[in-house]
């Protein structure tokens, strides 16, 4: 879960970081307006598997951290937006975390010291 939490997190849109002291590594899946729909543990899962997890969820997977993401993958994993009026976001840094989107999951990682 380290390597994963180092070095591919910053690869992926709308995954953000949060650290939690004492708790175990879970993917927290939520919707646009930050509504828990599920949460997955990590601590049982290789760096790879989580990768291949997160890509069978739709999140999108930058080459490079500060490599824009393009439009149709603005609002990934989510099918569609409650906000699709809205002007483009355009990302300058990846977050570190996890979160999701409508009734698609966004996701928010926790974990303890490792």
Same mark, same amino acid.
């Given at each position: 879960?380290?390597?994963?939490?180092?070095?591919?997190?910053?690869?992926? @849109?709308?995954?953000?970081?949060? @650290?939690?002291?004492?708790?175990?590594?879970?993917?927290? =899946?939520?919707? @646009?307006?930050?509504?828990?729909?599920?949460?997955?543990?990590?601590?049982?899962?290789?760096?790879?598997?989580?990768?291949?997890? =997160?890509?069978?969820?739709?999140?999108?997977?930058?080459?490079?951290?500060?490599?824009?993401?393009?439009?149709?993958?603005?609002?990934?994993?989510?099918?569609?937006?409650?906000?699709?009026?809205?002007?483009?976001?355009?990302?300058?840094?990846?977050? =570190?975390?996890?979160?999701n989107?409508?009734?698609?999951?966004k996701?928010?990682?926790? @974990?303890?010291?490792?």
């Amino acid at each position: 879960v380290k390597a994963f939490v180092v070095q591919d997190i910053p690869l992926y @849109h709308n995954l953000v970081m949060k @650290h939690i002291p004492g708790a175990d590594p879970e993917l927290v =899946l939520l919707n @646009h307006y930050y509504e828990e729909l599920d949460r997955i543990a990590l601590s049982d899962m290789s760096r790879s598997e989580i990768n291949e997890l =997160l890509g069978e969820l739709g999140f999108y997977k930058k080459t490079e951290p500060e490599d824009e993401v393009p439009e149709e993958f603005r609002f990934s994993p989510a099918k569609d937006s409650p906000f699709k009026d809205e002007p483009p976001y355009k990302s300058s840094v990846a977050s =570190l975390a996890t979160d999701n989107a409508s009734s698609e999951p966004k996701a928010e990682a926790k @974990h303890t010291d490792l």
